[in-house]
């Protein structure tokens, strides 16, 4: 039950509760979003292996079966992956470490998804004082 100071005049609730606006937790650790990342970066991976298996083979039927496998490898593998990566970190890691690495590697393509807003600036930061300064 919420507390005495935290219930307004009128009966309201005053605060919100912590976990009130994250996303649900869906399959092994992963939100919806990042699920959808996940089995859709495996999704591409398994199009391009079985495309030249499909080829080497004469049988259509290695594309869907590569994509089926690839996505099912993916959110298993990947999503315990991205589980430890996002242990204690903030809920918005994952989506920041993308838009860094794309920031770093291509900065025309960052511009588009929001890089260009992102400081990546490396190096030794100082703090410059002066004595004058600090004595008064």
């Given at each position: 039950?919420?507390?005495?100071?935290?219930?307004?005049?009128?009966?309201?609730?005053?605060?919100?509760?912590?976990?009130?606006?994250?996303?649900?937790?869906?399959?092994?650790?992963?939100?919806?979003?990042?699920?959808?990342?996940?089995?859709?970066?495996?999704?591409?991976?398994?199009?391009?292996?079985?495309?030249?298996?499909?080829?080497?083979?004469?049988?259509?039927?290695?594309?869907?079966?590569?994509?089926?496998?690839?996505?099912?490898?993916?959110?298993?593998?990947?999503?315990?992956?991205?589980?430890?990566?996002?242990?204690?970190?903030?809920?918005i890691w994952l989506y920041r470490q993308?838009q860094w690495r794309l920031a770093l590697?291509?900065?025309?393509?960052?511009?588009?998804?929001?890089?260009?807003?992102?400081?990546?600036?490396?190096?030794?930061?100082?703090?410059?004082?002066?004595?004058?300064?600090?004595?008064?």
């Amino acid at each position: 039950m919420a507390a005495l100071n935290d219930i307004a005049r009128d009966g309201l609730v005053t605060f919100l509760p912590h976990r009130l606006n994250r996303q649900p937790v869906v399959v092994r650790g992963l939100t919806a979003d990042e699920l959808w990342i996940c089995s859709g970066l495996s999704a591409v991976v398994g199009f391009v292996a079985g495309v030249p298996l499909a080829w080497a083979t004469h049988s259509v039927a290695m594309v869907p079966t590569l994509i089926v496998a690839g996505v099912a490898a993916g959110v298993f593998g990947g999503g315990g992956f991205l589980r430890r990566q996002k242990r204690g970190r903030p809920d918005i890691w994952l989506y920041r470490q993308l838009q860094w690495r794309l920031a770093l590697r291509h900065p025309l393509a960052a511009s588009w998804l929001g890089g260009h807003r992102l400081i990546t600036r490396s190096g030794y930061w100082t703090t410059r004082r002066s004595r004058g300064a600090a004595a008064s």
